[in-house]
Nanobody, 124 residues
């Protein structure tokens, strides 16, 4: 199982980026797929997740209304459209496979597989 995130970069506050997560060696409908981020010195933060068919979408409060997760099964790829970016969104972003998007009413951070992340830097 491989997951590779890409699409990060440097953007000014208020700008947008679209991250991609390419999955290989499994199909997307086998796992729920999450995006999480980790900033220097901070704990891992689950920010979004997609699962099932039809897809159910989940967002952390910190990104709700600004980020959109989507899935293209034909490409075995998950996307994260990030709009209205803020300096506090600066982090390394990873995509991960998980058994369930939500555990105990919150976004799960119990990931089964994840790959190298992509750095997003938002300047003020």
């Amino acid at each position: 199982v491989q997951l590779q995130a890409s699409g990060g970069g440097l953007v000014q506050a208020g700008g947008s980026l679209k991250l991609s997560c390419a999955a290989s060696a499994f199909t997307l409908d086998y796992y729920a797929i999450a995006w999480f981020r980790q900033a220097p010195g901070k704990e891992r933060e689950g920010i979004s997740c997609i699962s099932g068919s039809p897809a159910k979408l989940y967002y952390a409060d910190s990104v709700k209304g600004r980020f959109t997760i989507s899935r293209v099964n034909a490409k075995n790829t998950i996307y994260l459209q990030m709009n209205s970016l803020k300096p506090e969104d600066t982090a390394v972003y990873h995509c991960a496979a998980t058994a369930s998007c939500v555990v105990g009413g919150e976004l799960s951070t119990m990931y089964v597989h994840w790959g190298q992340g992509t750095l997003v830097t938002v300047s003020s």
